[in-house]
């Protein structure tokens, strides 16, 4: 298995607080990935990180903030959640020159 | 803007048939097409399919690759209950750090 770990991987919240969820890898990867999945959509790309502080948008960034201060930490930040984002979140990692992703277990956000 | 329509959404089965997953895409600058397989958490890889790569088998999963025609199918013979699971297609472009677009997904369910 892929050395990714997502933290928490259950969270209820409500809606207007922040959350912070967490993605550690082990493996030294470059690229890291925030998707959310919802019934009817799919995966969806949130936001990336192509190295330590290079980050960039993804399909569905609005609400979302990320940050990489080290090769093995993505977090992704929900300044003020809402209904909306109730969602499954799954972190994913790739090595450079390969296309092929893994991804940790998923964290379910539930926003009351 | 990336493309992937999975088709059907959802398929019931009987225990032994042979299943056809289809995958339709639009991408600028293809690089490959990847099929994964979830069941209840993270997607697992299953293929990867690239222009020296149009055909892949393992076991009873099989899946090509249509460039010219934009299309990959996944084909499942002797189902087992086990293969129940959502199929999901996802195309990566050339050059680009955005990791993959993934298609919604077909929903299989296999019955005994």
């Known amino acids: 298995d892929a050395g990714i770990t997502q933290s928490p991987r259950h969270k209820v919240t409500e809606t207007g607080t922040p959350v912070t969820l967490r993605c550690h890898q082990t493996e030294n990867h470059r690229y890291m990935y925030w998707y959310r999945q919802d019934p009817g959509h799919g995966l969806r790309l949130i936001h990336y990180?192509?190295?330590?502080?290079?980050?960039d948008k993804g399909e569905v960034s609005d609400g979302y903030s990320v940050s990489r201060s080290k090769t093995e930490d993505f977090l992704l930040t929900l300044e003020s959640a809402t209904s909306s984002q109730t969602s499954v979140y799954f972190c994913?990692?790739?090595?450079?020159?390969?296309?092929?992703?893994?991804f940790g277990e998923g964290s379910r956000l539930t926003v009351l | 803007e990336d493309k992937v329509v999975q088709s059907p959404l959802s398929l019931v089965v009987h225990e032994g048939d042979t299943v056809t997953l289809n995958c339709s895409y639009e991408?600028?600058?293809?690089?490959?097409l990847l099929w994964y397989k979830q069941e209840k958490k993270a997607p697992t890889f299953l293929f990867m399919l690239?222009?020296?790569?149009i055909e892949k088998k393992s076991g009873r999963l099989s899946s090509i690759l249509d460039k010219k025609e934009l299309f990959s199918i996944l084909n499942i013979t002797a189902t087992q209950t086990g293969d129940s699971a959502v199929y999901l297609c996802?195309?990566?472009?050339?050059?680009?750090?955005?990791?993959?677009?993934f298609g919604k997904g077909t929903h299989l369910i296999i019955q005994p």
């Open positions: 990180s192509y190295g330590v502080k290079d980050t």
């Open positions: 996802a195309v990566e472009a050339q050059g680009r750090a955005d990791g993959l677009t």
């Open positions: 690239t222009s020296s790569g």
């Open positions: 994913a990692i790739r090595a450079t020159g390969t296309g092929e992703l893994f």
């Open positions: 991408v600028t600058n293809f690089r490959s």
